[in-house]
């Protein structure tokens, strides 16, 4: 994997950092060169990342793991994007010693060397920040802001616009710019091939080909298409048509041009609230758009699209600081002389695993958003629209983005959803906005509110009625119930009809999905812990660097983790006070006559039973302990999951482990040299690390 190929009867030839076609060039002078007439053909079978280090005005700067067939623009994507001055048209990449431009507008816009921005790995993307931007109005068939160079003409600008429109005037174009020594806008005419180094904005003006009023109409109405020019308000237009239950009510947009200033005005209007289209005069080229309950549906589409290409940004971004970390701690392991090759393989699995987590990602990150726009008159544009003048609603774990003008009533707007509203807590809903903040209302009490930007409303799911629990093993008929809330585990016995005979009720085990989850998070930072001390301590390969090591090892499998501890047989205390909670696991065993011995013995095993045996006869039947047993922290898991310390008992001949019992022996740590911390890690670990291994072998003899 050093960049080198060998080839036969010719040697190695090395083609690191070049790309295909350089490297077949490379390849086939070589070989003609001693086998005349034949022909090579190169190609990748397999295709690692590259790394590539992004830096300047984008969003989240540092080294990212790219495709090697990334570009330019995948990795300004991968940085999450631009800020609105960051400049696209000068983007430097630094590749060794030398460094060169890259202008996206080439192939953004005009598809020209599309090649000259595939990256390589080791390179740096600088991109820079700018304030030449000029904003093109008027009759282009894309009017936006673009960014210009100096060198540029208005007619190289127009044609980033998309070009000229058919019905243009490029006789009477228009431009304003910065004055600097006057510290001023100015206004002037110009000739399309003028070149400016301040400018602002360029307007191309239209043809006036006739002083007829267009009016077009959009949408799911009774009259799309163009209509008669003789209405002179927006509500003569309006009462002239007839609606259908397919419209959105809530939002409606009218565009048209406004003469005297020189470019297109945007009004939104409500067909439910009149006050947002009465006395709303029509100018030139007018454009009026309604919206259907589809585009309603589109606009989630598009929304859910954004979302989650936003959260694989920020996936992407934590998991390359991870792996970025884990690179340095390997590469500081390997320049130590006494370094562990087992550590150092450990920490390579680990990032091999979130390697193929960030190429997953970012196939994610680089694919096209859930939304297939297939209507004429809408546009991503159009979308963006929408999504700026809507209310966010929440309505329990769903989002839904509502376009909004004028007055509005709440309880309409839940209605237009159409869902079973019987879920919700309709009296417990919140409407935020900027203004006023939040406002707790009631179904019965909701007013009509004028719309806001960037507000919310939020309605909770109802508390569940049911909760879903499992019971398996020596039990009557095992399954999963759905039960109501507050529901004890012995009324649950009886739900399932029953213990059956041969149950261990002395060892019935009870998991907890929240308990679990929060064993799983210590026994993460417990391994984080341990794997921080020993890159701090250089892993010097002492017997304590050693002992955790082996501690890392330790398998422990998180399914058998979340074990509530206690007597839970029929009818006991325990049984009728637990409360079960949702996702809670029951499992009832066979009754064992075993005592178990794991840890730190010559044979860890299980032995039948034996009346007033003690501790010391398991652990000598087990070959007796180890030579790094911590003999003074030895305890006793019994077959409820209580754990009792065995120090005192050791010695005490009277002691017998009973049925079902399992002696633990845990390594021994210098712990006069742990911090802590450390210390209290590696407790953490052994003891999960038993618990697991302990249910699992419960669970194991069913």
């Known amino acids: 994997m050093?960049?080198?190929?060998a080839i036969p009867g010719i040697g190695t030839v090395n083609i690191a950092n070049l790309t295909i076609e350089e490297a077949q060039k490379v390849i086939s002078n070589l070989v003609l060169s001693v086998f005349s007439g034949t022909r090579v053909s190169l190609a990748v079978?397999?295709?690692?990342?590259?790394?590539?280090s992004i830096i300047?005005?984008?969003?989240?700067?540092?080294?990212?793991?790219?495709?090697?067939?990334?570009?330019v623009a995948d990795a300004l994507i991968s940085a999450g994007g631009i800020y609105e001055n960051s400049s696209i048209r000068s983007v430097k990449i630094m590749r060794g010693n030398i460094y060169f431009g890259v202008d996206l507008y080439e192939y953004l816009i005009t598809g020209k060397n599309h090649t000259k921005s595939f990256l390589r790995s080791g390179d740096v993307v600088l991109v820079s920040s700018t304030d030449r931007f000029v904003e093109i109005n008027g009759a282009v068939h894309q009017p936006k802001i673009f960014e210009f160079k100096e060198d540029e003409s208005i007619k190289d600008l127009v044609s980033y616009a998309g070009g000229y429109k058919t019905q243009s005037d490029k006789d009477n174009i228009s431009i304003s710019y910065y004055d600097l020594k006057q510290s001023a806008i100015k206004?002037?005419?110009?000739?399309?091939?003028?070149?400016?180094?301040?400018?602002?904005?360029?307007?191309?003006?239209?043809?006036?080909?006739?002083?007829?009023?267009?009016?077009?109409?959009?949408?799911?109405?009774s009259n799309s298409g163009y209509i008669s020019s003789d209405f002179d308000y927006l509500s003569d237009v309006i009462n002239s048509m007839s609606f259908s239950e397919d419209i959105y009510p809530y939002f409606a947009l009218l565009k048209q041009y406004d003469e005297k200033l020189f470019s297109y005005s945007l009004h939104a209007f409500s067909l439910s609230d009149p006050d947002?289209?009465?006395?709303?005069?029509?100018?030139?080229?007018?454009?009026?758009?309604?919206?259907?309950?589809?585009?309603?549906?589109?606009?989630?589409?598009?929304?859910?699209?954004?979302?989650?290409?936003?959260?694989?940004?920020?996936?992407?971004?934590?998991?390359?600081?991870e792996n970025v970390r884990l690179q340095e701690q390997i590469d500081f392991l390997i320049n130590q002389e006494n370094e562990s090759q087992n550590f150092i393989d450990l920490l390579?699995?680990?990032?091999?695993?979130?390697?193929?987590?960030?190429?997953?990602?970012?196939?994610?990150?680089?694919?096209?958003?859930?939304?297939?726009?297939?209507?004429?008159?809408?546009?991503?544009?159009?979308?963006?629209?929408?999504?700026?003048?809507?209310?966010?609603?929440?309505?329990?774990?769903?989002?839904?983005?509502?376009?909004?003008?004028?007055?509005?009533?709440?309880?309409?707007?839940?209605?237009?959803?159409?869902?079973?509203?019987?879920?919700?807590?309709?009296?417990?809903?919140?409407?935020?906005?900027?203004?006023?903040?939040?406002?707790?209302?009631?179904?019965?009490?909701?007013?009509?509110?004028?719309?806001?930007?960037n507000s919310s409303i939020n309605i909770a799911m109802k508390a569940s009625e049911l909760i879903s629990v499992s019971i398996d093993g020596n039990i009557k008929n095992p399954g999963t119930y759905n039960v109501s809330r507050g529901t004890l585990l012995q009324e649950l016995y009886i739900i399932a009809g029953g213990l059956l005979g041969g149950a261990s009720e002395r060892g019935i085990v009870v998991q907890r999905k929240s308990l679990q989850e929060r064993e799983v998070k210590s026994l993460k930072d417990a391994r984080r812990i341990i794997i921080n001390s020993l890159i701090a301590s250089g892993n010097d390969g002492s017997d304590q660097a050693i002992s955790f090591l082996n501690l890392l090892d330790q398998e422990v499998e998180e399914e058998f983790l979340g074990r509530i501890s206690g007597d839970f047989s029929f009818g006991s205390k325990g049984a009728n006070?637990?409360?079960?909670?949702?996702?809670?696991?029951?499992?009832?065993?066979?009754?064992?006559?075993?005592?178990?011995?794991?840890?730190?013995?010559?044979?860890?095993?299980?032995?039948?039973?034996?009346?007033?045996?003690n501790i010391n006869y398991y652990i000598n039947q087990s070959g007796g302990f180890s030579n790094i047993a911590d003999k003074g922290k030895i305890y006793i898991v019994g077959a409820n999951g209580v754990s009792s310390s065995a120090q005192l008992t050791l010695f005490n001949r009277g002691y017998s482990p009973q049925p079902?019992?399992?002696?633990?022996?845990?390594?021994?740590?210098?712990?006069?040299?742990?911090?802590?911390?450390?210390a209290a890690a590696t407790q953490i670990l052994s003891n999960l690390a038993f618990a697991s291994a302990s249910l699992n072998a419960i669970q194991n003899q069913w």
Do not use: C, H, W
């Open 45 to 52: 079978q397999k295709s690692g990342l590259i790394s590539v």
């Open 2 to 5: 050093d960049g080198s190929v």
């Open 276 to 321: 947002t289209y009465q006395d709303i005069s029509l100018k030139d080229d007018v454009e009026i758009t309604f919206f259907s309950r589809d585009d309603f549906k589109d606009l989630q589409s598009y929304f859910i699209g954004l979302k989650n290409r936003e959260d694989n940004y920020n996936e992407y971004a934590l998991l390359n600081e």
């Open 348 to 453: 390579k699995e680990e990032q091999k695993k979130i390697e193929e987590k960030l190429f997953f990602n970012l196939q994610k990150s680089l694919g096209k958003d859930s939304l297939n726009i297939s209507k004429n008159y809408l546009s991503g544009e159009i979308y963006e629209i929408l999504k700026n003048n809507s209310i966010n609603l929440v309505l329990g774990e769903n989002n839904f983005l509502f376009p909004m003008a004028g007055r509005f009533n709440v309880k309409l707007v839940l209605d237009y959803l159409d869902v079973d509203k019987s879920s919700y807590d309709l009296n417990n809903i919140v409407y935020q906005t900027p203004i006023f903040g939040a406002q707790k209302l009631g179904i019965q009490n909701l007013n009509i509110f004028n719309f806001e930007r």
């Open 660 to 678: 079902g019992d399992i002696i633990i022996v845990p390594k021994k740590l210098n712990r006069f040299q742990l911090t802590p911390a450390i």
């Open 56 to 71: 300047g005005a984008v969003k989240n700067t540092g080294s990212y793991l790219l495709s090697p067939y990334s570009t």
């Open 577 to 613: 006070s637990l409360v079960l909670s949702e996702e809670d696991k029951i499992f009832i065993p066979n009754f064992t006559n075993t005592v178990s011995v794991l840890g730190e013995v010559l044979t860890p095993t299980s032995f039948i039973f034996e009346e007033r045996k």
């Open 187 to 221: 206004y002037k005419s110009a000739n399309e091939n003028e070149t400016f180094k301040n400018l602002r904005e360029i307007y191309i003006p239209e043809r006036q080909v006739s002083d007829e009023k267009s009016i077009s109409v959009m949408g799911k109405v």
